[in-house]
């Protein structure tokens, strides 16, 4: 089974601060995303990436950037955090080919930033 | 940018009723997925169907896609309490990697 992990399920940050989200797969794919989700807005995504160290913005990638070091790991970085970042933070990756393959998430972050 | 739009956005129904889910879409895809997520989860995938491919099933759930129409239907039948949850529709446009995801249907599934 496809396992995608992340490292936090809940998390408590305060403005202004430097967040580190992680996402680990195992399944050696070679995409990996992320979203938020929020009430009433559905995901939207954030940052993806196709290959190691390399990215693409999503639909909303302000205030954010992303880092991929390592095929089975993606991060995304709050780089300072803002009280409307406050959302579900969701991880997900597929195997490479293009068309929109199937995903497989990770259980999710909560942030809360106060 | 949401493409996918479910409609209900909810649905209350008694276990054992059927529960039908309806997607539509506005450009043309290569395929459509349906997901669902429990609360308080990440999403699971259930399900896809390829733009020339007209219905699938998979255990209690049924799919059907209408290009024509620009939509498509998820269908649970039999259900249980345990099936409450979200569940989004995906679609996949012909280029890209990436997924546009619907607003979901809660379903609830009263035992």
């Known amino acids: 089974d496809v396992k995608v992990t992340q490292s936090s399920r809940y998390l408590v940050k305060r403005t202004g601060e430097k967040v580190f989200l992680e996402c680990v797969q195992d399944?050696?794919?070679?995409?990996m995303f992320w979203y938020r989700q929020d009430p009433g807005l559905g995901l939207r995504l954030i940052y993806f990436?196709?290959?190691?160290?390399?990215?693409e913005k999503g639909d909303i990638p302000e205030g954010y950037s992303v880092s991929r070091e390592k095929k089975e790991r993606f991060s995304l970085i709050l780089e300072s955090a803002s009280t409307n970042q406050t959302s579900m933070y969701l991880c997900?990756?597929?195997f490479g080919g293009g068309f929109g393959e199937t995903q497989y998430f990770g259980p999710g972050t909560r942030l809360l930033v106060l | 940018s949401q493409q996918g739009e479910e409609d209900p956005q909810a649905l209350s129904i008694q276990e054992g009723e059927n529960a039908t889910m309806n997607c539509s879409y506005k450009?043309?895809?290569?395929?459509l997925q349906w997901y669902r997520q429990n609360s308080g989860r990440g999403l699971v995938h259930l399900i896809l169907?390829?733009?020339?491919?007209r219905e699938k099933h998979s255990g209690r759930l049924r799919v059907t896609l209408d290009t024509s129409k620009k939509s498509s239907s998820l269908l649970i039948t039999a259900s249980r309490a345990a099936d409450t949850a979200s569940y989004f529709c995906?679609?996949?446009?012909?280029?890209?990697?990436?997924?546009?995801f619907g607003g979901g249907t809660r379903l609830m599934v009263k035992p």
């Open positions: 450009t043309s895809i290569n395929n």
């Open positions: 997900a990756s597929s």
């Open positions: 995906a679609t996949a446009s012909n280029a890209g990697n990436m997924l546009t």
């Open positions: 169907i390829r733009s020339n491919e």
């Open positions: 399944m050696d794919h070679e995409n």
């Open positions: 990436s196709y290959d190691v160290k390399m990215k």
